[in-house]
């Protein structure tokens, strides 16, 4: 598995913007370039769901819900802008990653690796 650490989380109020980052480590045979990456939220007794998936190619997916308003990238880290947030996108975001299988919204939560995660809340 992947060691994942995330940052950026906080309160903010609807309308505003934070930055989550995520840092992946190297593990033997493979490098950051490889793994498909991606964003989960899970609020309380509520199973995970995809937010935003990243494949080793650069091909982003989002979830219907953050389409236009979310961005997930990838330098040295995985990082997720999220703009013009509401309170019903506060949830435990949660990084993770694979290093095979497919890349899309619809498997993220099958990801195994993941962070342990950074709280996002959005008040009204």
């Known amino acids: 598995q992947v060691p994942l650490v995330e940052s950026g989380g906080g309160s903010v109020q609807a309308g505003g913007s934070l930055r989550l980052s995520c840092l992946a480590s190297d593990i033997p045979g493979y490098t950051f370039s490889d793994y498909c990456m991606g964003w989960l939220r899970q609020a309380p007794g509520k199973e995970p769901e995809g937010v935003a998936t990243i494949d080793r190619d650069g091909t982003t997916h989002y979830a219907d819900s953050v389409q236009g308003r979310f961005t997930i990238s990838k330098d040295n880290t995985l990082n997720l802008q999220m703009n013009n947030l509401k309170p019903e996108d506060t949830s435990m975001y949660i990084c993770?990653?694979?290093?095979?299988?497919?890349?899309?919204?619809?498997?993220?939560?099958?990801?195994?690796?993941r962070g342990r995660g950074t709280q996002v809340t959005v008040s009204s």
């Open positions: 993770a990653a694979r290093l095979t299988g497919l890349c899309t919204i619809q498997y993220s939560t099958k990801f195994r690796s």
